[in-house]
């Protein structure tokens, strides 16, 4: 069932496509249909929701605050639709989860693997985003669920829970700094360093390290990629600064070593599984969640 008036359906697919031809293609409807009911919607509204260009359509600044509004309605009937499934006893269902790429390779694969098995009527849509970008998609509907990497304002999020990882010298086995349990952050300006840059959430990380304790790092290289980062590590360039969670299954494998920061400026790095505070979550995310939090828990006693 959609409540939605053909108007609306097709001024959500030319917008995103900026096309009557493309939104055409999309909908499998005339294109000459669509742009009729587009012309009738924006004579009721009294104001042009497009600029007609000859290179497609682009919204005004009025299409722009009616899209907003109407994607959210959209995403508001999809959650709908999912708590009237729950209500019937469902054991399918389907959810949007949000996450920056640290994760791509850590918690995601897993969580999917022990939800297909325990729910295979579920369907789980994984959505890869910068990190800074996660708290606004959230708000905009775009995701049930959100994993935030080092969240610094939690005020509009539902946190349901937070796990910290310690932040420690990367480096191969074999390295000198590997001889000592743990080490300080002046161990930059001893060896050569590979610095996280933006937009990691560890560039902001490494830089108030930095200026706490005023020790002026070896710098060798720069990356706004961890995996790049791990590969000069590998390639024996130099030492680097990450949270446990990014090197788990190198350390694991005996591939590179991580030595734990200490000192009184190291902050542990903090990972919240957060959803927006005016969207109550679906059984299907509750679901999610729970096992979100199962993981986490096994984490904790590997962390230990």
């Known amino acids: 069932m959609n409540p939605f008036s053909r108007f609306l359906i097709y001024f959500l697919a030319m917008a995103r496509h900026g096309s009557i031809r493309k939104a055409s293609e999309d909908l499998h409807i005339a294109a000459s249909a669509i742009d009729r009911h587009i012309l009738l919607g924006e004579q009721a509204l009294e104001t042009p929701l497009f600029e007609r260009l000859s290179s497609g359509m682009r919204l005004t600044a009025v299409g722009e605050l009616f899209y907003a509004h109407a994607n959210r309605w959209a995403k508001d009937f999809e959650s709908l639709n999912r708590q009237i499934d729950d209500l019937k006893g469902m054991r399918r269902g389907r959810?949007?989860?949000?996450?920056?790429?640290?994760?791509?390779?850590?918690?995601?694969?897993?969580?999917?693997?022990?939800?297909?098995?325990?729910?295979?009527?579920?369907?789980?849509?994984?959505?890869?985003?910068?990190?800074?970008?996660?708290?606004?998609?959230?708000?905009?509907?775009?995701?049930?669920?959100?994993?935030?990497?080092?969240?610094?304002?939690?005020?509009?999020?539902?946190?349901?829970?937070?796990?910290?990882?310690?932040?420690?010298?990367?480096?191969?086995?074999?390295?000198?700094?590997?001889?000592?349990?743990?080490?300080?952050?002046?161990?930059?300006?001893?060896?050569?360093?590979?610095?996280?840059?933006?937009?990691?959430?560890?560039?902001?990380?490494?830089?108030?390290?930095?200026?706490?304790?005023?020790?002026?790092?070896?710098?060798?290289?720069?990356?706004?990629?961890?995996?790049?980062?791990?590969?000069?590590?590998?390639?024996?360039?130099?030492?680097?600064?990450?949270?446990y969670l990014d090197v788990m299954d190198e350390v694991q494998n005996g591939d590179m070593a991580f030595t734990p920061l200490t000192g009184a400026h190291i902050p542990p790095f903090r990972l919240a599984l957060a959803h927006d505070r005016a969207r109550p979550l679906s059984t299907v995310a509750r679901r999610v969640a729970d096992n979100v939090e199962v993981e986490w828990a096994l984490l904790r006693q590997k962390m230990a």
């Open 95 to 243: 959810i949007d989860i949000l996450a920056p790429e640290a994760l791509a390779r850590v918690f995601l694969p897993s969580i999917a693997a022990r939800l297909k098995e325990q729910y295979p009527g579920i369907v789980l849509n994984m959505h890869i985003h910068d990190n800074a970008e996660l708290g606004e998609r959230l708000f905009a509907g775009e995701g049930d669920l959100a994993f935030r990497l080092d969240p610094a304002d939690l005020r509009d999020l539902q946190v349901r829970s937070m796990l910290s990882f310690p932040l420690g010298v990367v480096s191969l086995p074999k390295h000198p700094v590997t001889q000592h349990s743990s080490a300080r952050f002046s161990v930059c300006a001893e060896y050569p360093v590979i610095v996280p840059e933006n937009p990691l959430a560890l560039a902001s990380v490494f830089a108030k390290l930095e200026a706490d304790t005023l020790v002026n790092p070896n710098v060798i290289s720069g990356a706004n990629n961890v995996q790049m980062i791990k590969s000069l590590v590998k390639a024996g360039l130099g030492i680097t600064i990450l949270s």
